[in-house]
């Protein structure tokens, strides 16, 4: 819980980019690393020093990160998207939401993939919005920026 409270966080005080990054070296703290997410002061410290990296002098510090997950904000935001990802059946990963309300499996065959696509196509638009967007608080103008940047990905 305090890792994801951590991560949404980040998403809505440095933007998607940030708390990307950061959940790319949590996945490689823990899946390879071999380190628990639990334990508190240790998580705070990585993600300082990775942030430190990120954001230089307006990285939060090692204390401040302490303080954030030792606290409860964002436990609320989390507990609701976890409901929602129940309703929409999503009981592990990798998945799929399309158009906010369709799950894919992500080991789905190629050609489900297809269909979903030519199906929406058909339908000439699709009303697509970030559904967890409004659940974790994050603000509009963050979504927009996006996380994924075509000149960050070429390098």
């Not at 628990?36 to 240790?42: A, C, E, G, T």
């Not at 409901?83 to 009981?91: A, D, E, I, P």
Request: aromatic share 8%.
């Amino acid at each position: 819980m305090a890792s994801h409270r951590l991560i949404q966080y980040l998403g809505k005080t440095f933007g998607l980019a940030v708390s990307e990054a950061i959940y790319d070296k949590l996945n490689e703290y823990y899946f390879v690393q071999g380190h628990s997410l639990n334990d508190r002061p240790q998580l705070a410290k990585t993600v300082s020093e990775e942030l430190t990296k990120l954001l230089a002098d307006k990285a939060p510090s090692e204390s401040e990160l302490l303080t954030f997950l030792n606290g409860n904000e964002g436990r609320k935001e989390i507990e609701t998207a976890l409901q929602q990802l129940q309703m929409l059946g999503v009981h592990g990963i990798p998945k799929f939401i399309i158009g906010g309300n369709l799950v894919v499996d992500g080991a789905a065959r190629s050609d489900v993939f297809v269909r979903v696509f030519r199906e929406i196509e058909r339908a000439g638009e699709v009303e697509a919005r970030p559904i967890f967007g409004d659940i974790l608080g994050i603000p509009h103008d963050i979504i927009e920026q996006g996380s994924h940047h075509p000149a960050d990905m070429a390098a």
